[in-house]
């Protein structure tokens, strides 16, 4: 039986992801946070802390495991390609790849808006 990706098994550490717009000339950002306690986080920003609320999640890999430990670790990313780069060092697999990768035309960072 296929695993599905966007499902991450209970006792395993999880990724989520998290999209931050572009707000007062800071362009917008995808936040992965690793060793996720939930489905929302609050964002502080200087005029009122921002709820985001997971668009995806996963498992984390071995390797996120072994750089990360079990401490929650935000990574900010304000490219798609930046994110797919880091995620392929980290052994992320090639279904997350896409499956992530799907979400560049609903969550537009600062690399498709200069294009």
Known sequence: MAKNINHPTK????????????RNQKPAEVISVLNSGGWCIRVPVREEDIELYAFFHRDMTEAETAKFGKKQ?????????????????????????AALNA?????????????
């Open 103 to 115: 979400f560049k035309a609903k969550f537009t960072l600062s690399e498709e808006v200069a294009a």
């Open 11 to 22: 006792n395993q550490a999880k990724v989520c992801y998290y999209y931050m717009p572009s």
């Open 73 to 97: 670790t935000w990574r900010i990313f304000t490219s798609w390609e930046e994110m797919l780069t880091d995620h392929q060092q980290n052994a992320v697999n090639e279904e997350v790849l």
